[in-house]
């Protein structure tokens, strides 16, 4: 491994490994260009996966990495604003979710 330093991500870069990985197909997409790189705002997805440990993720999976991920952004916000619009795309995240 290279001894290079270690260069902090645009937007918010959660460290921990989440345990489960989403594979978002979307047409629309924008770029927005930030002091450190770019944020890519996706579009509304054509189809999402999750998987982990090379096969499908379950219910239960996702919502674990979610449950472990939440709190770490949660920590970023900044007011009440920002608290409401994560919670809000929370929220329309959660109408994605396989039922299981």
């Known amino acids: 491994m290279p001894d290079e330093p270690v260069r902090d991500a645009a937007g918010i870069m959660?460290?921990?490994n989440p345990g489960v990985s989403l594979i978002w197909t979307t047409r629309k997409f924008s770029i927005r260009p930030q002091p450190n790189g770019i944020v890519f705002?996706?579009?509304d997805p054509e189809s999402i996966e999750f998987w982990t440990e090379?096969?499908?993720a379950s219910r239960?999976?996702?919502d674990?990495?979610?449950q472990t991920g939440l709190p770490e952004?949660?920590?970023h916000v900044k007011d009440t604003r920002e608290?409401?619009?994560l919670?809000?795309?929370q929220m329309l995240f959660e109408r994605l979710l396989p039922k299981e």
Do not use: F, P, T, V
Request: aromatic share 0%; glycine share 8%; charged share 30%.
């Open 83 to 85: 608290r409401q619009s």
């Open 54 to 56: 090379g096969r499908a």
């Open 87 to 89: 919670l809000a795309s």
């Open 14 to 16: 959660l460290l921990h």
């Open 64 to 66: 674990e990495s979610i």
């Open 60 to 62: 239960r999976e996702i």
């Open 73 to 75: 952004l949660l920590k």
């Open 41 to 43: 705002d996706l579009g």
